[in-house]
């Protein structure tokens, strides 16, 4: 087993290294107030087609580090680039329209629209693909077809989680960010988040994920992150962190031993 490391800008294996650098964050720093930074000197690096965990204990700044990526979070230093190109602090709209999609842990979904407008609201910009995507998307989420005229108010909290993640596909990203897919779920639904967490990577979107599930976030993903106090305290295999002792005593406590 390769002990995980404090991760550097040039983080990961020869294998992933032959592969396509897609998001890169490099030395970021970033907060929500004037001198307050939330995220000092963090780093992060997603290779074409990975699933990226992001773990850590509350307030370590995970979601900070997805809201920077997608430029909901103000980056003070460093920078982020998406194939290259540097991305840093650019617009939202700008993000989606670079084939970057963004599913928020909470107040994801419009209640008072129904399923199918929600989705259609996701490809607002692309219009004339509405009937190409919407097949993409139920095709994932089988269930959704079948309920396209149900407001999404009415939904569970898993239910609304397939809506946000849906309509984030709808503009055919390459890039996935999701915030806690698994949070306020039942166990069992929750292993329904992480399927289809697995069958989005799957068809081809590199995905990054914040989890407040460590041990299962780190037992489906290629790669993962421990990040501590805002910065990233491990790098390594999702296996290799769930194994690790010094992780698992500092970080999983006894979900590392199950």
Same mark, same amino acid.
Not at 121 to 145: A, T, Y
């Given at each position: 087993?390769?002990?995980?490391?404090?991760?550097?800008?040039?983080?990961?294996? /020869? /294998? %992933?290294?032959? *592969?396509?650098?897609?998001?890169?964050?490099?030395?970021?720093?970033?907060? $929500?107030?004037?001198?307050?930074?939330?995220?000092?000197?963090?780093?992060?690096?997603?290779?074409?087609?990975?699933?990226?965990?992001?773990?850590?204990?509350?307030?370590?700044?995970?979601?900070?580090?997805?809201?920077?990526?997608?430029?909901?979070?103000?980056?003070?230093?460093?920078?982020?680039?998406?194939?290259?190109?540097?991305?840093?602090?650019?617009? /939202?709209n700008k993000l989606v329209s670079k084939g970057v999609g963004f599913v928020p842990q909470t107040n994801n979904v419009f209640p008072t629209l129904t399923i199918r407008e929600n989705l259609e609201m996701g490809i607002f910009?692309?219009?004339?693909?509405?009937?190409?995507?919407?097949?993409?998307? %139920?095709?994932?989420?089988?269930?959704?077809? &079948? *309920?396209?005229?149900?407001?999404?108010?009415?939904?569970?909290?898993?239910?609304?989680?397939?809506?946000?993640?849906? *309509?984030?596909?709808?503009?055919?990203?390459?890039?996935?960010?999701?915030?806690?897919?698994?949070?306020?779920?039942?166990?069992?639904?929750?292993?329904?988040?992480?399927?289809?967490?697995?069958?989005?990577? &799957?068809?081809? %979107?590199?995905?990054?994920?914040?989890?407040?599930?460590?041990?299962?976030?780190?037992?489906?993903?290629? *790669?993962? $992150?421990?990040?501590?106090?805002?910065?990233?305290?491990?790098?390594?295999?999702?296996?290799?962190?769930?194994?690790?002792? &010094?992780?698992?005593?500092? $970080?999983?406590?006894?979900?590392?031993?199950?």
């Amino acid at each position: 087993m390769t002990t995980p490391t404090k991760s550097s800008t040039d983080a990961g294996s /020869a /294998a %992933v290294d032959d *592969r396509k650098l897609v998001v890169h964050v490099d030395k970021v720093t970033a907060g $929500y107030l004037p001198g307050i930074d939330i995220l000092t000197d963090c780093s992060l690096t997603a290779y074409d087609g990975e699933l990226i965990g992001i773990i850590g204990p509350n307030g370590a700044g995970k979601s900070t580090l997805l809201k920077s990526i997608f430029g909901l979070v103000k980056v003070r230093q460093g920078t982020i680039s998406l194939y290259g190109d540097e991305i840093t602090n650019l617009k /939202a709209n700008k993000l989606v329209s670079k084939g970057v999609g963004f599913v928020p842990q909470t107040n994801n979904v419009f209640p008072t629209l129904t399923i199918r407008e929600n989705l259609e609201m996701g490809i607002f910009q692309k219009p004339k693909e509405l009937d190409h995507r919407l097949e993409f998307v %139920v095709d994932i989420f089988p269930e959704l077809g &079948k *309920r396209l005229g149900q407001r999404a108010g009415s939904l569970s909290g898993g239910e609304r989680q397939m809506v946000a993640m849906s *309509r984030a596909l709808m503009m055919s990203p390459e890039v996935i960010l999701l915030d806690e897919p698994s949070a306020g779920l039942s166990p069992v639904r929750q292993d329904e988040a992480f399927l289809r967490v697995k069958e989005i990577n &799957k068809a081809g %979107v590199t995905t990054i994920m914040v989890e407040q599930n460590a041990r299962r976030c780190l037992q489906i993903c290629d *790669r993962g $992150y421990v990040l501590d106090q805002g910065t990233d305290a491990y790098e390594g295999a999702g296996r290799d962190l769930l194994n690790d002792p &010094k992780v698992i005593g500092l $970080y999983l406590g006894t979900l590392g031993q199950e």
